[in-house]
């Protein structure tokens, strides 16, 4: 639960940060930020590591998606962006595997605002393989490709 809150607070407070970037302010160890300690493993150790916690189904998350895809087109070299679908339930479930069928399809930068709107403003629940399938497959993904990636 400790984890949960602090995934979801990093969220809701990572727009902050990157507008109090953009003012030229400097931080302050100690005063405006604490380090972790023990850092944290990350796959690479020499880059920094972003990590972006989400929910297709949750309009904060599909407001500040296209902030973030704006943002990760500016990363510079030693920062490596990465998502990781929130989960607390079976639907949430569901669309975590759906991000990573993307992400395995190679269509993950394409289908990611499909997935938002289609939840947030079409008001499509995708609680279903078969509904999601018929987006994918509505977005040039080949069915067949869908399921052996969903179901692997």
Not at 13 to 23: R, W
Not at 75 to 86: E, H, I, K, Q, W
Not at 105 to 113: F, T
Request: aromatic letters at 12%.
């Amino acid at each position: 639960m400790k984890n949960l809150l602090l995934s979801l607070s990093l969220l809701v407070f990572a727009p902050l940060l990157a507008f109090a970037q953009a003012g030229g302010q400097t931080y302050i160890e100690g005063e405006d930020y604490e380090l972790i300690t023990p850092p944290v493993r990350t796959a690479n150790p020499d880059k920094i590591e972003v990590v972006e916690f989400f929910w297709y189904g949750c309009h904060h998350c599909y407001n500040f998606e296209p902030i973030v895809a704006a943002w990760k087109k500016t990363l510079a070299d030693d920062v490596v962006f990465r998502g990781s679908p929130a989960i607390w339930n079976a639907a949430m479930e569901l669309h975590a595997r759906t991000y990573y069928t993307a992400e395995v399809l190679g269509v993950l930068d394409k289908m990611n605002p499909i997935l938002f709107q289609a939840m947030n403003v079409d008001g499509k629940k995708l609680a279903t393989e078969e509904e999601i399938r018929a987006l994918f497959v509505a977005n040039g993904v080949a069915a067949e490709d869908f399921t052996k990636a969903f179901e692997s």
